[in-house]
């Protein structure tokens, strides 16, 4: 799925909150698929927001210098919780 698409997703499921309504079942799994490896209290509305704010992520690490392959390697482990991805994200989006 892409960020864009997410995006559509939740601006769509705003209005009676309940954004999975307007998901077909393959993005629906994906958004659990997420979900089921995100550490801590979350929802599937939580993964969903990760899967949205992917691209400015990714955005950021090339503009560190990695290479969009490596950028979307990182952001992905980042979204399943690794300490080490994460620490890489909050170091070029501050």
Known sequence: MTPERA?????????WANPGKYCTPAEDNEVRD????????TCWYDALLRISNRQSVIAA???????PVKS???????????????KWIAMVTT
């Not at 995006?7 to 705003?14: A, T, V």
């Not at 690490?61 to 290479?67: D, R």
């Not at 992905?76 to 080490?84: I, N, S, T, V, Y």
Request: charged share 25%; aromatic share 8%.
């Open 7 to 15: 995006k559509e997703i939740m601006e769509l499921g705003r209005q």
């Open 34 to 41: 997420l979900w089921l490896t995100m550490p801590g209290y």
């Open 61 to 67: 690490l090339v503009k560190y210098g990695h290479t």
């Open 72 to 86: 979307l390697e990182i952001a992905l482990d980042a979204e399943r919780g690794d300490p080490h991805a994460i």
